[in-house]
């Protein structure tokens, strides 16, 4: 087999958002992209929305379909780190075993995971989606913290308070933790 003769890219980092819907993943994600390419850094954005349209369409939110999900976002995330550009993924993640996988795909060491800690209450509340509403009309399945479980992490590499926090000031504590990891 002919192995590449490339000469290797600089290593680039993963940043991943998880928490649940309505939590602020979008949001800051959103912000921390526009700030980054601002910047002139080389991101890729990666999201649920986008990749069960495409990559991943198919795939259930059962047990099964959401850890398949995370495993091809978390594979996707590792070329694109391998290739040097920071990564900014935003899915719920909602298992702790899910957290496990993707650290041993990307690596720990090219991984930071942001939890984005907002009570279900709010989430509900905030229902940008309309995704609970309709999971409480039963239009809707396997709701993350209505009808499927979300696991509150044992670890996270940084903690957003999204309930309390304007999203200028959790942008702020993302940065930061970019310039820590990346030096960038
Ligand atoms: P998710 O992608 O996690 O489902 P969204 O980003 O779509 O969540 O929605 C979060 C909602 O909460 C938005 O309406 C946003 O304006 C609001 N919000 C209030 N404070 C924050 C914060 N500190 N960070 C992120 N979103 C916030």
């Not at 980054?36 to 939110?61: E, K, N, Q, S, W």
């Not at 229902?127 to 509403?133: A, F, H, I, Q, T």
């Not at 479980?149 to 999204?162: G, I, M, Y």
């Amino acid at each position: 087999m002919k192995t590449s003769s490339l000469p290797p890219s600089p290593r680039g980092h993963a940043f991943w958002l998880f928490g649940l819907s309505g939590a602020g993943k979008t949001t800051l994600a959103d912000l921390l992209v526009a700030a980054l390419r601002r910047d002139g850094t080389p991101v890729l954005a990666l999201d649920g929305d986008t990749l069960r349209a495409g990559l991943c369409a198919g795939l259930g939110f059962a047990e099964a379909g959401r850890t398949e999900n995370l495993r091809r976002a978390a594979e996707v995330a590792r070329l694109a780190v391998d290739s040097g550009l920071v990564v900014v993924a935003s899915f719920i993640t909602p298992l702790e075993a899910h957290r496990r996988l993707i650290t041993g795909i990307i690596g720990a060491e090219a991984l930071s995971l942001i939890f984005l800690q907002a009570p279900l209450d709010l989430c509900q509340h905030r229902d940008v989606k309309g995704l609970y509403r309709q999971a409480r009309n039963g239009q809707v399945g396997q709701m993350t913290g209505l009808t499927s479980p979300f696991e509150a992490p044992t670890r996270a590499d940084l903690v957003l308070d999204t309930a309390n926090r304007t999203p200028e000031h959790c942008l702020a504590e993302l940065l930061a933790c970019v310039r820590d990891r990346t030096g960038r």
